[in-house]
């Protein structure tokens, strides 16, 4: 039962485990949320000077490319060591894991424009700043939230790795702990609480794109 506990052993443990469960669960939440809006304000802002700019698109973008090639569980442990084992180097692996998708799908929405509109505005003397606000930004907002609900997924994921890491709080921590002293059934409800996190995230960015849905051009609308 220790190596694979029934069903019952595991809910049980919610109850006796209910304060500590709470205790980690709010330290890896924290992580998630500051480094997901953390990477989610500076992958919309590089996303709009990639756009605006093709100077910043020259020097920047190939940079941001190459830098996902390198697995974020080998930056983790720099960072740990630069940092100590506190909350600002969890928070900036959570960021650097969930920046990317952000940016490259808010640069080909921004992109996605039709060209005969971006004519239109032009020919009535709109502004940058207009073109953006009532043009690129209402068609690019169904490329920025499926890239924002990646980003939730992968904000999970980054504050795990940075907890195995190094941590001595959150569920990464607790998952890891658990396993060493055999705790298999916490490990299981830390994995529960994991997954409930996610799911939660990705439903509460989902309802929020409903609501942006809403700025958005209609099919055929001119």
Not at 169 to 174: A, I, Q, S, V
């Amino acid at each position: 039962a220790f190596v694979l506990p029934p069903p019952s052993a595991i809910a049980a443990r919610f109850v006796t485990d209910a304060a500590l469960l709470r205790q980690h669960t709010l330290v890896t939440v924290h992580e998630v949320l500051v480094g997901y809006l953390t990477a989610a304000g500076a992958g919309l802002l590089i996303a709009v000077l990639i756009v605006r700019f093709r100077t910043v698109e020259r020097i920047v973008y190939p940079y941001i490319v190459a830098s996902q090639t390198v697995p974020k569980i080998a930056i983790a442990p720099l960072l740990i060591i630069w940092m100590g084992t506190g909350m600002l180097p969890k928070i900036l692996i959570v960021a650097v894991t969930a920046f990317f998708p952000v940016t490259v799908n808010t640069v080909s929405g921004l992109r996605a424009v039709d060209e005969h509109y971006l004519n239109l505005m032009r020919s009535v003397a709109a502004s940058d700043a207009q073109v953006f606000v009532r043009l690129r930004f209402p068609y690019a907002l169904p490329f920025v939230f499926a890239g924002l609900k990646l980003a939730t997924t992968l904000s999970v994921l980054g504050a795990i790795v940075a907890e195995f890491m190094g941590a001595s709080e959150g569920l990464g921590y607790l998952i890891l702990s658990s396993t060493f002293n055999f705790e298999v059934a916490r490990v299981f409800v830390s994995l529960v609480v994991l997954v409930a996190i996610g799911v939660t995230f990705f439903g509460v960015i989902s309802a929020l794109e409903r609501v942006g849905g809403l700025l958005a051009p209609a099919e055929g609308e001119e």
